[in-house]
């Protein structure tokens, strides 16, 4: 079984899921890792060339690859690996999903301040970043609603604490039992963030 980090872009899913593949000795995947590594170029290299509709597709083939592997991972999601409802299926069928919840002036503030956002996170719609931000939460919320089994607003919280939470909730869905109840891991949880890696 996977666990699955959803949410836009700039919500921290890849960071967590390095934290949360750290602490529990597990592998940490990202399928724009390796959608890059497939074609050899930015995302928005290919998707200039190729187009989103076609990058769609890859990202989905991408996602059960990573189900192929069949062992558990922590899997940090791109941020429209909702919009095609086979992802969301699959997700759901091979583990279970969070949902990394950020507000828009969030996603702005982040991207702004992230110099390597127009390699990583091109643009979708031809509109000034806020208007497109606000038209694309929009159009995924529903889905990442329908596609969750657990929401965290990460807007206030530093990303160990997020790791922390999804860990406590993972110890009581009892997700991965032989891991976090494991002599070699130590004790389950800690009891605070600092027990955890540090986000840099």
């Known amino acids: 079984m996977n666990l699955y980090l959803i949410g836009f872009r700039c919500s921290g899913k890849s960071t967590i899921a390095r934290l949360l593949a750290d602490r529990l000795g597990l592998a940490a995947v990202?399928?724009?890792s390796r959608i890059v590594e497939r074609c050899g170029c930015s995302i928005a290299d290919?998707?200039?060339?190729?187009?989103?509709?076609?990058?769609?597709r890859l990202e989905a083939e991408a996602l059960q690859e990573i189900i192929g592997?069949?062992?558990?991972q922590v899997v940090a999601t791109g941020g429209g690996i909702v919009l095609y409802e086979g992802n969301i299926e699959a997700m759901k069928r091979s583990g279970f999903v969070v949902w990394l919840r950020i507000r828009p002036e969030t996603a702005a503030s982040r991207m702004k301040a992230d110099p390597n956002s127009p390699g990583l996170r091109p643009?979708?719609?031809?509109?000034?970043p806020i208007a497109e931000i606000h038209h694309l939460l929009q159009e995924r919320t529903p889905l990442y609603e329908a596609a969750s089994d657990r929401v965290i607003d990460c807007d206030e919280m530093p990303p160990?604490?997020?790791?922390?939470?999804?860990?406590?909730?993972?110890?009581?869905?009892?997700?991965?039992?032989?891991?976090?109840?494991?002599?070699?891991?130590?004790?389950?949880l800690g009891e605070?963030?600092?027990?955890?890696?540090?986000?840099s």
């Open 192 to 199: 605070n963030p600092t027990d955890l890696p540090s986000a």
């Open 46 to 56: 290919w998707v200039n060339v190729h187009g989103w509709e076609a990058f769609r």
């Open 30 to 32: 990202d399928t724009d």
């Open 123 to 128: 643009g979708l719609t031809g509109k000034d």
């Open 69 to 72: 592997l069949k062992t558990h």
């Open 160 to 188: 160990e604490t997020i790791a922390l939470t999804i860990l406590h909730w993972i110890q009581e869905i009892r997700l991965w039992p032989e891991i976090l109840l494991a002599p070699s891991s130590g004790s389950p």
